[in-house]
């Protein structure tokens, strides 16, 4: 090696660098969950500047990390199952949901959807294929299931920053999957049960809904309430819900014909 920055055969060091980390990119790593064309499934590029060898994150990582919290979170044992290409149309009004959710998924322009109604209905399929298709394309999702999820948020409100650090993400995600806002406490169809609702429940939802609305953050929800339920249990989180909606609503008024579970008509 020449005391110029050369070697013997008159490439500088940062060019030898250069075809390491060049060589280094080149080669497929074995990541599973997510294929990413870019790292080729390393999750990672090697990168050299400054005199400095170093690693960067692939873009890939944040979706890679949403779908390890899908899969640790309630929708890990469905997100295989349920996708679009499984959702049976048995029935027109199966079709016509199923459509508003794919015109959602690939609405450029997309704001939030709302599936809201029969219980049993495929709500909660359609959201998973929605985000999985978010997931697919590159998106990171983070999902939210909200008996289990708000019951533990609950637990710490009176911690500033345990609180903040379960919250936060939910937030500020760019895409958020809440399943099941304001599950009802029994099954008592015929009486909506607005009286019910926790008012812990009540700002709990109120702060995650208008930090998104106020961001314009993508929002999937389904709730076995209808939207003019939402209005009654809390106008300030019905209207903002409603607003961002209005494109993407799908209402699956309630008919137990409907209800999945009972019929045996799908899964």
């Known amino acids: 090696m020449a005391g110029n920055g050369t070697d013997f ?36 590029f090697w990168a050299y500047q400054d005199g400095q060898r170093f690693i960067r994150d692939c873009e890939c990582a944040p979706v890679r990390e949403s779908i390890k919290e899908l899969r640790r979170s309630g929708l890990r044992e469905v997100m295989d199952k349920y996708t679009f290409e499984a959702f049976q149309c048995r029935e027109q009004w199966q079709a016509a949901v199923k459509s508003d959710v794919l015109q959602f998924v690939n609405d450029e322009n997309r704001q939030w959807l709302l599936l809201a109604g029969q219980p049993g209905a495929g709500k909660t399929h359609l959201g998973t294929a929605a985000a999985v298709r978010f997931l697919k394309a590159g998106i990171p999702v983070r999902y939210m299931l909200w008996i289990e999820d708000g019951t533990q948020l609950k637990a710490v409100i009176n ?15 760019r895409v958020l999957y809440i399943d099941d806002l304001f599950k009802r406490k029994n099954d008592q169809r ?13 700002r709990l939802a109120f702060d995650i809904i208008n930090y998104r609305y106020i ?7 389904s709730t076995e ?43």
């Open 9 to 44: 055969r008159g490439k500088s060091i940062d060019e030898i660098e250069q075809e390491i980390v060049e060589v280094s990119n080149r080669q497929p790593g074995h990541l599973t969950g997510y294929d990413c064309p870019k790292c080729m499934n390393r999750g990672y």
């Open 159 to 173: 911690d500033a920053a345990a609180y903040a650090r379960l919250i936060n993400p939910l937030k500020t995600c």
């Open 190 to 202: 015929d009486n909506r049960q607005t009286d019910m609702v926790d008012r812990g429940d009540i």
């Open 215 to 221: 961001n314009h953050l993508t929002t999937i929800i």
């Open 225 to 267: 309430r209808m939207p003019e339920d939402l209005f009654l249990i809390d106008e300030g989180t019905g209207s903002r819900i409603h607003e961002r909606t209005k494109a993407h609503q799908v209402v699956i008024r309630y008919d137990r014909s409907k209800n999945w579970r009972i019929s045996r008509h799908g899964t």
